[in-house]
Protein backbone atom coordinates (compact mmCIF):
# COMPACT_ATOMS: atom_id res chain seq x y z
CA UNK A 1 0.00 0.00 0.00
CA UNK A 2 3.16 2.34 0.74
CA UNK A 3 4.55 1.32 -2.29
CA UNK A 4 1.66 2.39 -4.60
CA UNK A 5 0.82 5.65 -2.69
CA UNK A 6 4.86 6.36 -3.42
CA UNK A 7 4.66 5.62 -7.05
CA UNK A 8 1.32 7.72 -7.43
CA UNK A 9 2.74 10.70 -5.75
CA UNK A 10 5.95 10.05 -8.05
CA UNK A 11 3.62 9.68 -11.34
CA UNK A 12 2.01 13.21 -10.25
CA UNK A 13 5.32 15.14 -9.51
CA UNK A 14 6.56 13.42 -13.05
CA UNK A 15 3.51 14.71 -14.65
CA UNK A 16 3.82 18.47 -12.55
CA UNK A 17 7.26 18.34 -13.47
CA UNK A 18 6.65 18.00 -17.42
CA UNK A 19 3.81 19.93 -17.56
CA UNK A 20 6.03 22.98 -16.23
CA UNK A 21 9.10 21.89 -18.69
CA UNK A 22 6.38 22.38 -21.66
CA UNK A 23 4.99 25.98 -20.28
CA UNK A 24 8.62 27.04 -19.80
CA UNK A 25 9.78 25.60 -23.60
CA UNK A 26 6.46 27.64 -25.33
CA UNK A 27 7.37 30.53 -23.34
CA UNK A 28 10.62 31.01 -24.26
CA UNK A 29 9.35 29.75 -27.86
CA UNK A 30 7.02 33.14 -27.91
CA UNK A 31 10.36 35.26 -26.68
CA UNK A 32 12.51 34.21 -28.69
CA UNK A 33 10.17 34.35 -31.78
CA UNK A 34 9.21 38.06 -30.67
CA UNK A 35 12.94 39.35 -30.51
CA UNK A 36 13.58 39.64 -34.25
CA UNK A 37 10.94 42.48 -34.06
CA UNK A 38 11.67 45.86 -32.82
CA UNK A 39 10.27 47.23 -29.88
CA UNK A 40 7.29 48.55 -31.36
CA UNK A 41 5.92 45.01 -32.74
CA UNK A 42 7.09 43.49 -29.94
CA UNK A 43 4.85 45.52 -27.65
CA UNK A 44 1.95 44.79 -29.86
CA UNK A 45 2.61 41.21 -30.01
CA UNK A 46 2.33 41.71 -26.34
CA UNK A 47 -0.84 43.21 -26.75
CA UNK A 48 -2.17 40.54 -27.97
CA UNK A 49 -0.86 37.63 -25.69
CA UNK A 50 -2.89 40.46 -22.80
CA UNK A 51 -5.98 40.09 -24.52
CA UNK A 52 -5.70 36.42 -25.23
CA UNK A 53 -5.22 35.98 -21.14
CA UNK A 54 -8.42 38.18 -20.80
CA UNK A 55 -9.99 36.08 -22.97
CA UNK A 56 -9.05 32.91 -21.78
CA UNK A 57 -9.79 33.97 -17.98
CA UNK A 58 -13.21 34.91 -18.82
CA UNK A 59 -14.20 31.43 -20.41
CA UNK A 60 -12.69 30.33 -17.53
CA UNK A 61 -15.31 31.68 -14.94
CA UNK A 62 -17.97 31.11 -17.51
CA UNK A 63 -18.99 34.66 -18.38
CA UNK A 64 -18.76 34.41 -22.22
CA UNK A 65 -20.15 31.81 -24.42
CA UNK A 66 -17.66 28.87 -26.06
CA UNK A 67 -18.95 30.90 -29.73
CA UNK A 68 -17.54 33.94 -28.59
CA UNK A 69 -14.38 32.80 -26.89
CA UNK A 70 -13.43 30.85 -30.21
CA UNK A 71 -14.28 34.04 -32.20
CA UNK A 72 -12.10 36.61 -30.06
CA UNK A 73 -9.41 33.96 -29.40
CA UNK A 74 -9.51 33.35 -33.70
CA UNK A 75 -9.36 37.18 -34.15
CA UNK A 76 -6.69 37.70 -31.94
CA UNK A 77 -4.90 34.96 -34.02
CA UNK A 78 -5.59 36.62 -36.99
CA UNK A 79 -4.56 40.14 -36.01
CA UNK A 80 -0.96 38.43 -35.12
CA UNK A 81 -0.76 36.50 -38.38
CA UNK A 82 -0.76 39.77 -40.10
CA UNK A 83 1.14 41.79 -37.57
CA UNK A 84 3.85 39.29 -38.24
CA UNK A 85 3.60 39.23 -41.82
CA UNK A 86 3.52 42.97 -42.11
CA UNK A 87 6.56 42.97 -39.79
CA UNK A 88 8.54 41.06 -41.84
CA UNK A 89 7.84 42.07 -45.19
CA UNK A 90 8.51 45.63 -44.40
CA UNK A 91 11.55 44.74 -42.17
CA UNK A 92 9.94 47.79 -40.18
CA UNK A 93 9.58 48.49 -36.55
CA UNK A 94 5.82 50.19 -37.57
CA UNK A 95 2.21 48.58 -37.25
CA UNK A 96 -0.43 50.03 -38.49
CA UNK A 97 -3.67 50.43 -36.23
CA UNK A 98 -5.29 46.43 -37.33
CA UNK A 99 -9.08 45.86 -37.20
CA UNK A 100 -10.00 42.04 -38.03
CA UNK A 101 -13.61 41.13 -38.80
CA UNK A 102 -15.59 38.59 -40.17
CA UNK A 103 -17.85 38.75 -42.60
CA UNK A 104 -20.74 39.09 -40.67
CA UNK A 105 -18.96 41.96 -38.71
CA UNK A 106 -18.30 44.47 -41.60
CA UNK A 107 -21.12 46.38 -40.09
CA UNK A 108 -19.38 47.23 -37.07
CA UNK A 109 -16.75 48.84 -39.24
CA UNK A 110 -18.75 50.22 -42.30
CA UNK A 111 -22.15 51.73 -42.46
CA UNK A 112 -23.15 50.44 -45.54
CA UNK A 113 -20.66 46.85 -45.24
CA UNK A 114 -18.94 46.43 -48.70
CA UNK A 115 -19.05 42.98 -50.30
CA UNK A 116 -15.69 41.41 -49.26
CA UNK A 117 -15.61 39.49 -52.76
CA UNK A 118 -14.76 42.98 -54.51
CA UNK A 119 -11.79 43.53 -51.84
CA UNK A 120 -8.53 44.67 -53.41
CA UNK A 121 -5.57 44.56 -51.37
CA UNK A 122 -4.09 48.09 -50.48
CA UNK A 123 -7.84 49.74 -51.18
CA UNK A 124 -9.21 52.20 -49.58
CA UNK A 125 -12.58 52.15 -47.93
CA UNK A 126 -14.31 55.15 -46.64
CA UNK A 127 -11.32 56.76 -46.44
CA UNK A 128 -10.82 55.14 -43.29
CA UNK A 129 -9.19 51.61 -43.98
CA UNK A 130 -6.95 50.13 -45.96
CA UNK A 131 -7.82 46.61 -46.89
CA UNK A 132 -4.40 44.37 -45.84
CA UNK A 133 -5.77 40.58 -47.06
CA UNK A 134 -7.63 38.10 -45.24
CA UNK A 135 -6.45 35.70 -42.58
CA UNK A 136 -8.15 32.19 -42.36
CA UNK A 137 -7.56 31.40 -38.46
CA UNK A 138 -10.30 29.35 -37.56
CA UNK A 139 -12.29 31.39 -39.51
CA UNK A 140 -12.08 33.82 -42.27
CA UNK A 141 -11.24 37.55 -40.93
CA UNK A 142 -10.87 40.52 -43.14
CA UNK A 143 -7.73 42.21 -41.84
CA UNK A 144 -7.69 46.63 -42.28
CA UNK A 145 -5.57 49.16 -40.85
CA UNK A 146 -6.98 52.24 -39.93
CA UNK A 147 -5.75 55.30 -41.09
CA UNK A 148 -4.38 58.36 -39.41
CA UNK A 149 -6.26 61.58 -39.67
CA UNK A 150 -3.44 62.79 -41.64
CA UNK A 151 -3.45 59.87 -44.29
CA UNK A 152 -7.52 60.80 -44.19
CA UNK A 153 -6.68 64.18 -44.64
CA UNK A 154 -4.75 64.03 -47.86
CA UNK A 155 -7.47 61.18 -49.37
CA UNK A 156 -10.14 63.78 -48.82
CA UNK A 157 -8.01 66.74 -50.05
CA UNK A 158 -7.25 64.48 -53.35
CA UNK A 159 -10.99 63.98 -53.63
CA UNK A 160 -11.64 67.38 -53.53
CA UNK A 161 -8.80 68.55 -55.95
CA UNK A 162 -9.98 65.42 -58.60
CA UNK A 163 -13.68 66.40 -57.85
CA UNK A 164 -12.47 70.61 -58.61
CA UNK A 165 -10.50 69.87 -61.99
CA UNK A 166 -13.39 67.57 -63.16
CA UNK A 167 -11.75 64.36 -63.16
CA UNK A 168 -13.44 60.97 -61.34
CA UNK A 169 -11.53 60.43 -58.36
CA UNK A 170 -9.14 57.33 -58.60
CA UNK A 171 -9.42 55.08 -55.49
CA UNK A 172 -6.14 54.59 -53.39
CA UNK A 173 -4.52 51.19 -53.24
CA UNK A 174 -0.60 50.32 -52.81
CA UNK A 175 1.21 47.80 -54.34
CA UNK A 176 1.61 44.41 -53.08
CA UNK A 177 5.25 43.35 -51.68
CA UNK A 178 6.47 40.43 -53.07
CA UNK A 179 4.21 37.72 -53.47
CA UNK A 180 2.79 37.84 -49.65
CA UNK A 181 -0.04 40.73 -51.06
CA UNK A 182 0.95 43.06 -48.13
CA UNK A 183 0.78 46.60 -48.44
CA UNK A 184 4.00 48.35 -48.11
CA UNK A 185 5.21 51.45 -46.28
CA UNK A 186 8.01 53.42 -46.74
CA UNK A 187 11.02 52.71 -44.04
CA UNK A 188 11.98 55.12 -41.38
CA UNK A 189 15.22 56.38 -42.01
CA UNK A 190 17.54 57.97 -39.25
CA UNK A 191 19.93 60.64 -39.74
CA UNK A 192 22.94 61.84 -38.59
CA UNK A 193 26.31 60.43 -36.95
CA UNK A 194 26.42 56.89 -34.87
Known amino acids: ????????????????WLALCGVVLAQETIVS??????????AYLGYLRGEQEVVDDRASRH??????YRRNSN???????????????TGNDYLPELEAAARDEL???????PNPRRFRIGEVLNNTFRYLGSVRAGELFYVFARLDPYEQ????????????????PQPETLAPINTGGEPTRPRSVLTGSP
Open 63 to 68: EISQRY
Open 33 to 42: EDEEFGPVVR
Open 75 to 89: RIRALRQMAISIARE
Open 107 to 113: GTLFENP
Open 1 to 16: MKRRRMIIRFGVVWVL
Open 153 to 168: AELMEKEKAATDSGKP
